[in-house]
């Protein structure tokens, strides 16, 4: 929808009290309209005139067809199938009698909304009012003075608006739909997005964790190190905990929490932690961090976190490096292990933690790689556009 046909909706929308009332309460009004205008005798036989029938003073069967020609609309979302059948007996009688009431309008707008409102037995409704329009348009032909062709031309009349509300029906339909895939696609992006923070989260942690826990089983003959071992196991899990409490908290619609973003320079935080895991890492940063990067330094956090992790799984005690630069308008990630170490080997999982940075660096427009190396090794690269300014 445009924005200034959005700006325009939003101008007129109704109160809110007034889209609380029930729909027939909505829908009395007009009925109400046309039937106080059919009472007034300046708008007699002013209204819609089918065969020619003499015209006839306005009485108490003129007032009969005026109330089933008008209140009935207060029903056309509510029961159509009942407006429609006692808006139609008003018309006949209308017709019959003579009247040609203003309040015969109604037929049409009843034709309009029951395409529009009208669920079940929509063929069958369509059938039954063609063939019951055929014995009134003999009637009126018989007892009337307008040729057939005027009763063929009212008979497309009410097609056409039965028409543009079976059209309405499907619009509003396919706009339903619209909104219910939207939905469905926005929950389905925002639980692959915990689903990867949580992967990034529990899984390097955790790892870290494993790894420590394995090596505290050797130390027992050397309490300092046992001990300093078993401590950074603990910080390891409070981190843990700590982190998947920001995670939790966004969760929560009503807890406020904003969040939180890892700067590119909590890196470091991240190699200090292998590096107490056992494994060697060479840390290496080259530029000046932009203040403003978006999602691109979350990005290259993650990058480096899932690759720190699956070298600490699949190539603990390898020489590991990290090479981090800041250039004008992107940022190079690059992580690799030499293949020394006594588990090196292509990682496997989930496809979560690689496949899911790649589709993660895909969104910013870089680019993304991660396959073995020459001697042995594996190596993750890259390149995450910053868009800031040089």
């Known amino acids: 929808m445009p924005a200034g046909w959005r700006r325009f909706d939003t101008a007129v929308r109704r109160p809110a009290w007034w889209q609380r009332l029930d729909v027939t309460v909505r829908d009395l009004p007009f009925g109400l309209l046309l039937f106080a205008m059919s009472l007034i005798p300046a708008f007699h036989q002013h209204g819609t005139q089918l065969g020619g029938v003499a015209e006839r003073p306005f009485d108490a069967l003129g007032v009969l067809a005026a109330v089933l020609e008008s209140l009935p609309l207060a029903l056309r979302r509510r029961w159509p199938t009942v407006c429609l059948a006692l808006v139609s007996m008003g018309f006949a009688v209308d017709q019959f009698g003579g009247y040609h009431l203003v309040a015969g309008t109604g037929l049409l707008i009843t034709m309009l909304s029951?395409?529009?409102?009208?669920?079940?037995?929509?063929?069958?409704?369509?059938?039954?009012?063609?063939?019951?329009?055929?014995?009134?348009?003999?009637?009126?032909?018989?007892?009337?003075?307008?040729?057939?062709?005027?009763?063929?031309?009212?008979?497309?009349?009410?097609?056409?608006?039965?028409?543009?509300?079976?059209?309405?029906?499907?619009?509003?339909?396919?706009?339903?739909?619209?909104?219910?895939?939207?939905?469905?696609?926005?929950?389905?992006?925002?639980?692959?997005?915990?689903?990867?923070?949580?992967?990034?989260?529990?899984?390097?942690?955790?790892?870290?964790?494993?790894?420590?826990?394995?090596?505290?089983?050797?130390?027992?003959?050397?309490?300092?190190?046992?001990?300093?071992?078993?401590?950074?196991?603990?910080?390891?899990?409070?981190?843990?905990?700590?982190?998947?409490?920001?995670?939790?908290?966004?969760?929560?619609?009503?807890?406020?929490?904003?969040?939180?973003?890892?700067?590119?320079?909590?890196?470091?935080?991240?190699?200090?932690?292998?590096?107490?895991?056992?494994q060697s890492v060479e840390f290496t940063e080259h530029g000046t961090p932009a203040e403003s990067t978006g999602s691109a330094d979350l990005v290259a956090y993650r990058v480096v976190q899932e690759a720190l992790t699956n070298a600490l799984k699949y190539a603990h005690g390898s020489r590991t490096s990290v090479l981090v630069r800041h250039g004008g308008r992107e940022i190079t990630v690059?992580?690799?292990?030499?293949?020394?170490?006594?588990?090196?080997?292509?990682?496997?999982?989930?496809?979560?933690?690689?496949?899911?940075?790649?589709?993660?660096?895909?969104?910013?427009?870089?680019?993304?790689?991660?396959?073995?190396?020459?001697?042995?090794?594996?190596?993750?690269?890259?390149?995450?556009?910053?868009?800031?300014?040089?």
Do not use: C
């Not at 929509?122 to 059938?127: K, N, P």
């Not at 170490?341 to 427009?365: D, I, M, T, Y």
């Open 114 to 278: 029951a395409g529009a409102h009208l669920d079940r037995h929509r063929r069958v409704t369509a059938l039954v009012l063609t063939v019951a329009y055929v014995p009134l348009a003999v009637f009126l032909y018989r007892y009337g003075t307008e040729p057939v062709d005027e009763f063929l031309t009212f008979y497309l009349v009410l097609a056409f608006a039965w028409g543009a509300g079976t059209w309405l029906r499907a619009t509003r339909s396919a706009e339903a739909e619209r909104r219910r895939r939207l939905a469905d696609d926005t929950r389905a992006a925002e639980r692959a997005r915990i689903a990867r923070e949580l992967h990034d989260i529990v899984t390097h942690h955790v790892t870290a964790m494993v790894v420590q826990a394995e090596a505290a089983r050797y130390l027992t003959a050397v309490p300092d190190r046992l001990d300093h071992t078993l401590s950074t196991v603990t910080d390891t899990g409070r981190r843990a905990i700590n982190d998947l409490r920001h995670l939790l908290d966004l969760l929560d619609p009503g807890h406020g929490a904003e969040a939180r973003k890892p700067a590119v320079g909590r890196i470091h935080t991240l190699v200090e932690q292998t590096r107490r895991a056992g």
């Open 334 to 390: 690059e992580v690799g292990t030499d293949g020394s170490g006594r588990r090196a080997e292509v990682p496997k999982g989930s496809g979560r933690g690689l496949a899911g940075l790649s589709e993660r660096v895909g969104v910013l427009g870089g680019d993304f790689s991660a396959e073995p190396a020459a001697d042995g090794g594996f190596v993750v690269r890259a390149r995450i556009p910053s868009g800031s300014a040089s």
